[in-house]
């Protein structure tokens, strides 16, 4: 298993009235192949950010601004117009949010499915369809001929994710971002597309990024997982370690506001004070600092950058970004 | 789809007919009596024979009652048939059949050609929103779209004329002439700016939207991504937008011809003002409501064949 | 996301009042600077015209007929021998008078049928819809034509028979009946435009989630129309009437060029240019004066309809 993405501090900012707002704050991270990911933190910490920076899906007003992203010997930083092209789709697909704004009304199934496979794998129309079919099969659509000549207003929420998550599939890509694929969605149908996912994940080679804000969802689906804050990567450890021994006081703190069923029912929920940073300045401290229980000095004064955790052996898999030994503190 | 048609049409007749019945009315109660006005030409005239004029009048039956005169013009106008000019006594319909060609070869002529450059245009300024070709084409549009057809027109003229020494583009020679070319593009200016700012607001929101997000997540070539999937979304708006252009084009072809001397039917319409020849201002009237209500009607229907979501709703009310 | 992070960031650094963020867009925006400026310009000269016009727009000169521009005629003169700037200078006033008459009467009308419709909904709301609909289909030219044709021969009637009823000076002057005949019929066209900003700006705003919210904690009607409805509707308000005005002056302009409008001798920009156009190939400068002011002043307007939109109606962070 080797590595199949490597991501090096990478940074990227967008250019609003008042500034610049840096929304990946020095990204490094890597991805192996067959490896399923989970990206976890709270709304406008940047993780969708960094992750469509990977093929520079971004708005005209942001830019990358430093790091590097390899991917099979190129640098999706550097790539030209046709080679980021060939990238997307292709090597790399996204699966997006909101699926009732995803698809383009005005466009058949059919067409939007096929149309990547047509242009990466030069198919003809019928052998794409004929892909396409399968591919809907797979992920749990029936009828799957027919829905290929209908269009997306024909479909329920759910029904819609699943044609995204086959729009993905079908170029057989090497890497899969899932950008909050099921926040949209409602309970019952979340459940089913995490069950569809395992079971792809299990049939294709490919490695799957989820992101979400939501640490429980991860549980029992994910291999390792990135907890992101303010445009940083803050801990970064396998699933087993983040559970059980998470040591970034940010983690610990999500962790401790997941409400529990066995709580007491007089217990108040445990939520982490204070609000996300401003995103301006450049950080020149840790950017959690003023809502972090364990601050010392150092904190205000040093970015801490990721390191393996305090009595860990060197090199080893789990990793956070602080200054603070959190051990026996909790 | 065709209950949803028929439902239409069904909705344009009466509008139509109601129009008429208040310019016939306006005109029949307002204007006066057409005899006198062939005889008296100056206010405060006294006619020479007060009873030979109310022979004449009753003889032409126009002292029945507003609803039967009414009635009667309406059975007239669906076999077809116009009348006779006040002024020339020619038919009608002989006269119309001369000018319609001119106006409607010019009208529909320069609103296709807009319609698709202007689109192009928008789309163009959109794509490459804020640098100069979107300031130019922008910039472009708003000069155009506030200089009225007649200021234009002679401008233009005057421009060719006495500085480029060109020939005078006045007068009609067919519609196959290079005479036409002046008139086309003068008539085209207005339109244009609309189509253009139409198109180009219709593309920048379809940019934000996320399912071009997801097109560019794909890989797509710009080609692709731009024709099928921005360009699509876009043509409601526009079709629409042009098809209010009907009316604006109505109103200029007016202008236009006085400008530049073209036989049509603005120039017929001017005449008769000029002279108070009431039939042949009905018939222009029912004419040109006729064009409107179509257009009208036409770009209803449109709106199912070109967005899927409407489509579905109008079976839906089926 | 990053929006929201970005948007509490500019709160917490400046708070821009809605009216100056607009301002400030306003003045960035050259060409619509421009046109305020020559906007203004022109009110100016309206207002404090006949005071600086070198000779009365009325008073001719037989000797000096068709003269080219010179230094006495800085426009030359016609061909009755009247000061061509002198009547520019006057048709400013004409072109100025009528733009603010017909929007104020149509705003009248239109705020009233507005919302009506928009507060009431319901059978009162199809009702003005329609109505809308209907009067949106007129050709505005058809209109004023047939309105030129049918009423005013009664008005003049009317005033002719009260002259010789009452012998009052007053009712010799047709001009009024010119003048009162443009107003009405251009506020006929452009009321239907005023209503329905009025209306959808009632709708959208009725229905907002900060309304829905503020009436659930019971905040009174008056209150909500003062905070809520007048401040959000004020932007789209402003470009419409910036816009009306325009509109009118071209359509003011355009009448008077075919003649159902403002009629000679009393200078308008657009009779002056149908007079041009008869002699256009000896005496250019007839045409060209005031073809050439019309230009500026209708780009003007469209300069700043424009500026003013975007200010107004932000829609994309740069």
């Not at chain 1, 992920?139 to 024909?154: D, T």
């Not at chain 2, 009667?72 to 116009?82: A, E, S």
């Not at chain 2, 067919?174 to 207005?190: C, D, Q, R, T």
Request: aromatic share 8%; with cysteine.
């Amino acid at each position: 298993m080797s590595e199949l993405l490597v991501v090096r501090d990478l940074e990227t900012q967008f250019k609003v009235r008042a500034g610049r707002l840096h929304a990946v704050n020095g990204v490094s991270f890597n991805l192996r192949q067959g490896e399923m990911l989970g990206v976890v933190g709270e709304s406008g910490c940047g993780k969708s950010v960094t992750m469509m920076s990977l093929i520079r899906l971004l708005p005209p007003s942001a830019s990358i601004t430093n790091g590097t992203v390899m991917l099979e010997g190129l640098d999706l930083v550097k790539a030209n117009k046709e080679q980021i092209n060939a990238v997307r789709g292709s090597k790399i697909a996204m699966i997006f949010q909101d699926p009732m704004t995803s698809l383009n009304p005005f466009l058949k199934i059919g067409i939007q499915l096929s149309e990547g496979l047509m242009y990466h794998r030069k198919m003809g129309k019928k052998e794409a369809y004929e892909r396409c079919a399968q591919y809907l099969d797979l992920v749990g659509i029936s009828n799957s001929r027919q829905r290929l000549e209908e269009y997306p207003h024909q479909l329920s929420g759910g029904m819609r994710q699943r044609v995204m998550i086959a729009m993905a599939l079908v170029c057989e890509p090497k890497i899969i971002i899932a950008d909050e694929p099921t926040t949209a969605l409602d309970v019952t149908i979340q459940a089913q597309i995490v069950e569809l996912v395992k079971e792809l994940r299990d049939k294709l080679d490919a490695s799957i990024i989820w992101i979400t804000h939501d640490l429980s969802l991860l549980a029992g689906m994910v291999d390792r997982i990135l907890v992101m804050y303010a445009g940083c990567i803050v801990e970064e450890a396998c699933l087993r370690d983040l559970y059980k021994d998470p040591r970034h006081p940010y983690t610990i703190g999500l962790l401790e506001s997941i409400p529990r069923i066995k709580d007491h029912e007089n217990r108040r929920l445990k939520s982490i004070p204070g609000q996300p940073p401003n995103l301006l300045e450049k950080p020149t401290s840790c950017l959690f600092a003023s809502r972090c229980t364990f601050k010392t000095k150092r904190c205000e004064r040093e970015v801490p950058s990721l390191a393996s955790v305090p009595g860990d052996v060197e090199g080893s898999s789990h990793r956070i970004a602080c200054w603070v030994d959190t051990r026996g503190r909790q | 789809m065709g209950r949803y048609v028929l439902n239409r049409i069904l909705r344009w007749i009466p509008s139509v007919f109601f129009i008429l019945l208040v310019v016939y009315a306006l005109v029949f109660f307002g204007a006066g009596d057409p005899i006198k006005l062939i005889f008296l030409k100056a206010p405060g005239d006294v006619a020479y024979d007060e009873a030979r004029i109310e022979a004449i009048r009753e003889a032409a039956g126009l002292n029945r009652p507003f609803l039967i005169q009414f009635g009667d013009y309406m059975l007239h106008i669906m076999r077809g048939d116009f009348g006779n000019s006040l002024v020339s006594g020619r038919s009608v319909n002989e006269m119309i059949k001369a000018a319609v060609p001119v106006t409607f070869s010019l009208g529909l002529a320069a609103i296709a050609i807009i319609a698709v450059i202007g689109t192009i245009l928008g789309a163009i300024a959109a794509l490459n929103q804020n640098t100069w070709i979107d300031n130019l084409i922008v910039g472009f549009a708003q000069f155009t779209w506030g200089i009225p057809v007649f200021v234009a027109g002679p401008l233009i003229i005057v421009f060719l004329v006495l500085v480029l020494k060109m020939d005078v583009p006045f007068g009609w020679a067919g519609f196959f002439s290079p005479k036409i070319i002046v008139p086309l593009i003068v008539m085209g200016l207005n339109p244009m700016a609309i189509i253009i700012r139409q198109a180009r607001a219709g593309v920048l929101e379809v940019l934000s939207e996320d399912y071009i997000r997801t097109a560019r997540s794909k890989g797509l070539p710009t080609k692709t991504l731009v024709i099928r999937h921005i360009l699509r979304p876009v043509l409601t708006p526009v079709v629409s937008q042009t098809g209010l252009l009907v009316i604006g084009a109505l109103n200029n072809s007016i202008l236009i011809e006085k400008v530049f001397g073209l036989p049509g039917l603005g120039w017929l319409t001017e005449n008769a003002i000029t002279r108070s020849d009431y039939p042949v201002i009905l018939a222009i009237v029912f004419i040109f409501s006729f064009v409107v209500m179509t257009s009208n009607l036409l770009v209803d229907i449109s709106y199912p064949l070109l967005d899927p979501r409407a489509a579905s709703k109008k079976k839906g009310e089926d | 996301m990053v929006i929201e992070t970005k948007k509490k960031a500019i709160d917490e650094e400046k708070q821009y009042s809605l009216f100056r963020d607009a301002m400030h867009r306003l003045m960035a925006n050259r060409l619509a600077l421009l046109g305020l400026i020559v906007v203004f310009l022109v009110i100016l000269i309206a207002i404090i015209g006949p005071f600086i016009t070198p000779y009365d727009f009325l008073s001719q000169d037989l000797n000096y007929r068709n003269k080219p521009p010179s230094i006495q005629h800085w426009f030359g003169t016609d061909d009755l021998g009247r000061d061509v700037l002198s009547r520019v200078i006057y048709g400013a006033r004409t072109a100025v008078i009528v733009a603010f008459s017909v929007t104020i009467l149509s705003y009248l009308i239109g705020i009233v049928l507005g919302s009506l419709a928009g507060y009431l909904g319901g059978k009162v709301d199809s009702f003005v819809v329609w109505l809308i609909d209907v009067f949106m289909s007129i050709p505005s030219l058809l209109l004023v034509i047939v309105i030129n044709v049918s009423i005013k021969p009664v008005l003049v009637n009317w005033m002719d028979a009260k002259f010789l009823e009452t012998h009052n000076q007053f009712f010799r002057n047709t001009t009024w009946v010119d003048f009162a005949i443009v107003f009405g019929s251009l506020a006929l066209i452009k009321w239907p435009k005023a209503a329905r900003i009025i209306r959808g700006q009632i709708l959208s705003i009725k229905n907002k989630n900060y309304v829905l919210a503020a009436q659930a904690i019971g905040v009174p009607t008056s209150k909500i129309i003062r905070r809520y409805i007048i401040p959000n509707s004020i932007g789209p308000f402003i470009v419409s009437i910036s816009s009306t005005l325009g509109e009118a002056m071209v359509l003011e302009s355009s009448f008077s060029f075919l003649g159902v409008g403002v009629k000679p001798p009393i200078p308008s920009w657009g009779n002056m240019i149908s007079d041009g156009l008869r002699v256009w190939q000896v005496y250019p400068h007839i045409l060209a004066a005031p073809a050439i002011v019309l230009a500026i002043v209708t780009i003007s307007f469209s300069f700043l309809g424009d500026g003013l939109n975007d200010a107004l109606n932000p829609r994309q962070w740069k």
